[in-house]
T-cell receptor
């Protein structure tokens, strides 16, 4: 049973393209997190969402609590955005999606 | 500098030889947690702690032990490691609230032969 589903699993884009990564979850949650993992392994937290929308630079994250769905958008993608993006929800413990591997080609 | 540190970063060991992976944070966070990351399975939570002397099982606690005697430290203990515990392990910390950001350590790559 997988409480968190992400799509797509892999994504290749040309520099400058608009990118969307989707996350659906099956449990009631208090918050949803988007994480970024670069080659070499380090994980950083990009967003924590409990409702609505957040924006940091070229990254935008939205959540629809009723539909149990979140999206991460990257505008004007750049090769340095190449990483694995992971969705996580907290319902007591944390549950994670398996990640979306993004490659942005110059 | 605010950080979560893990030691060792790399470890190769043999089946059955007890080991401890240390985790320490300098941000006075109440919440600390251990995860393992495996190809195709993603991150999975092993144990977490909401505060000193309070620990709870995550998704995959079998074969692991933890303790939280001090706020800053949360060691992960493998009493009798087995090859299926070969993985990349992350420690993380955060404030106790459900809506708080987590800060991750750099990871420990463990190989059990």
């Amino acid at each position: 049973k997988n409480e968190v589903e992400q799509s797509p699993q892999n994504l290749t884009a040309q520099e400058g393209e608009f990118i969307t990564i989707n996350c659906s979850y099956s449990v009631g949650i208090s918050a949803l997190h988007w994480l970024q993992q670069h080659p070499g392994g380090g994980i950083v937290s990009l967003f924590m969402l409990s409702s609505g929308k957040k924006k940091h630079g070229r990254l935008i994250a939205t959540i629809n609590i009723q539909e149990k769905h979140s999206s991460l958008h990257i505008t004007a993608s750049h090769p340095r955005d190449s990483a694995v993006y992971i969705c996580a929800v907290r319902f007591g413990q944390f549950y994670f999606g398996t990640g979306t591997s993004l490659t942005v080609i110059p | 500098e605010a950080q979560v540190t893990q030691n060792p970063r790399y470890l190769i060991t043999v089946t059955g030889k007890k080991l401890t992976v240390t985790c320490s944070q300098n941000m006075n966070h109440e919440y600390m947690s251990w995860y393992r990351q495996d190809p195709g399975l993603g991150l999975r939570q092993i144990y977490y702690s909401m505060n000193v002397e309070v620990t709870d099982k995550g998704d995959v606690p079998e074969g692991y032990k933890v303790s939280r005697k001090e706020k800053r430290n949360f060691p992960l203990i493998l009493e009798s490691p087995s090859p299926n515990q070969t993985s990349l392990y992350f420690c993380a910390s955060g404030l106790a609230g459900y809506t708080d950001t987590q800060y991750f350590g750099p990871g420990t790559r463990l190989t059990v032969l």
